[in-house]
């Protein structure tokens, strides 16, 4: 890859893409205006509101917590549970699969 500067009198400078030798010019626009994705929404505040809620109720049926200290000790395991799913899942397809996967092991 080539890359000439352009000088102070202000000509054109060109910028070697490949070793095809394309110019920058010559490449589809569109594919050098793309967003990077840490731009993008993040897409948990799309989950429905009650997702949180059926992990813990799962986690209930398996690990049965009757005092309210328990009930909060659950709600921090689904917390912890949820943010390390995510945090893996390349996008929102990817996390219901395996926070699904994990819930049918349970």
């Known amino acids: 890859?080539?890359?000439?500067?352009q000088n102070?009198?202000?000509?054109?400078?060109?910028?070697?893409?490949?070793?095809?030798?394309?110019?920058?010019?010559?490449?589809?626009?569109?594919?050098?205006?793309v967003e990077p994705a840490i731009n993008s929404v993040d897409w948990r505040i799309q989950l429905p509101p009650d997702s949180r809620q059926k992990n813990i109720d799962k986690l209930h049926k398996h690990v049965p917590y009757s005092w309210q200290e328990g009930i909060e000790e659950l709600r921090r395991i689904a917390i912890s549970f949820e943010e390390l799913i995510f945090n893996t899942a390349l996008n929102q397809v990817d996390y219901f699969c395996k926070i699904s996967l994990k819930m049918q092991t349970m």
């Open 8 to 33: 102070a009198a202000g000509s054109d400078s060109s910028i070697l893409a490949d070793s095809n030798n394309l110019t920058l010019d010559e490449i589809k626009p569109s594919l050098l205006n």
């Open 1 to 5: 890859m080539e890359t000439k500067a």
